[in-house]
């Protein structure tokens, strides 16, 4: 049974016994997880709260804008900006960077984040999330800009996501290990549930919008079809598929459980190399996924390894169990011979 401790307990239990969390990491990391449950009220209060359906606005990505993204989004640029802690925030709800206004003191650090990721699932009930990562600014970098988040994603010094379910759950790494913590809403705290998850490294879950079969290219469709064909096929076993349309939700149903989660690139945006964001979706979902024992390419490279070129980069998505991930790699050299 995991210890019942606070999320400040274990955070400065990790800083005193490994060193690898700095204070100011520490701070900041409570300041968004205080964050976080600022949004799960929000999001749980839903039409009592008046904050479902649309905002009548789009975002840098041309999204419909749901009235708790922008809610979100505020939430986390009002509790961030004025702690000392950053240097700048980046948003997939804002086309530029945001630099800490300057009657307040600056750090080193650089959050990103996509606020309330899965929103089209907001009105309906369905789990969302908070994803957020953390970089580290350039030693002697002179200001700030949005080069100074162009980083690939190995260098991220945490990363983590609040899912808003049927239990608010935070999950976080600092780069050794995964831990969780389930909201106590009586006292109003993050308390220690899991430490040390581990992704099983064989699945038989996928998770893919299926719906898209028709513009995916052939290694992707070769890997489904074998899915599909069950214990009759090459496989040798039965396949069980999962689409919830909240990579949250999708992401911690593999963390909790294993799986592997795809939105390859495909033919609706041949110019796109994918649909979801590189610097706030996948690179912090592949370091909790690597640091669970899982594996996260653009199914053919390691994400985390990508050195993005913009703010907004899209990626192809392929993660979660290490032999799954690795088999569709194989399959995209294959096509490539
Ligand atoms: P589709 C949500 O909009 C999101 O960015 C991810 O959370 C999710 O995995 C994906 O898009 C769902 O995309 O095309 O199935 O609606």
């Given at each position: 049974m995991t210890r019942r401790i606070s999320l400040t307990q274990y955070l400065i239990e990790q800083q005193r016994q490994h060193?690898?969390?700095p204070q100011e990491l520490r701070l900041l990391i409570e300041v968004v997880a205080r964050a976080c449950k600022r949004i799960a009220i929000s999001v749980t209060k839903g039409a009592l709260g008046e904050v479902?359906?649309?905002?009548g606005s789009e975002n840098v990505q041309g999204e419909i804008q749901k009235k708790l993204d922008i809610i979100a989004n505020e939430v986390l640029i009002e509790a961030n900006e004025?702690?000392?802690?950053?240097?700048a925030m980046a948003s997939e709800e804002m086309e530029g960077i945001y630099l800490v206004p300057n009657r307040f003191p600056k750090g080193e650090y650089l959050l990103m984040f996509?606020?309330?990721?899965?929103?089209?699932n907001i009105d309906v009930n369905v789990s969302i999330g908070t994803i957020f990562s953390v970089l580290k600014k350039a030693e002697g970098s002179k200001g700030v800009s949005e080069d100074d988040f162009l980083?690939?994603?190995?260098?991220?010094v945490a990363a983590g996501y609040c899912v808003y379910g049927p239990q608010t759950t935070l999950v976080l790494t600092f780069g050794a290990g995964v831990a969780m913590f389930t909201l106590d809403r009586e006292q109003g705290s993050f308390v220690l549930t899991q430490e040390g998850v581990k992704i099983p490294e064989d699945t038989k879950e996928f998770a893919i919008n299926m719906s898209n079969m028709r513009h995916w290219d052939a290694p992707v469709k070769r890997y489904i079809d074998e899915c599909l064909a069950g214990?009759?096929?090459?496989?040798?076993k039965n396949f069980n598929m999962r689409w919830i349309a909240s990579m949250v939700a999708d992401v911690h149903r593999i963390l909790t459980r294993g799986g592997v989660f795809m939105y390859p690139w495909d033919?609706?945006?041949?110019?796109?190399?994918?649909?979801?964001?590189?610097?706030?979706?996948a690179n912090p979902m592949a370091f909790l996924v690597e640091q669970a024992g899982g594996a996260a390419t653009n199914a053919r490279q390691r994400i985390m390894d990508l050195t993005p070129t913009q703010l907004h980069e899209r990626v192809a998505v392929v993660l979660g169990s290490k032999n799954e991930v690795e088999r569709v790699t194989a399959y995209h050299l294959d096509s490539a011979q």
């Open positions: 060193g690898h969390i479902l359906g649309t905002a004025w702690g000392g802690h950053l240097a996509d606020p309330l990721d899965g929103s089209s980083q690939p994603g190995k260098q991220q214990e009759e096929g090459p496989r040798g033919r609706r945006e041949p110019n796109k190399a994918g649909k979801l964001r590189l610097m706030y979706e």
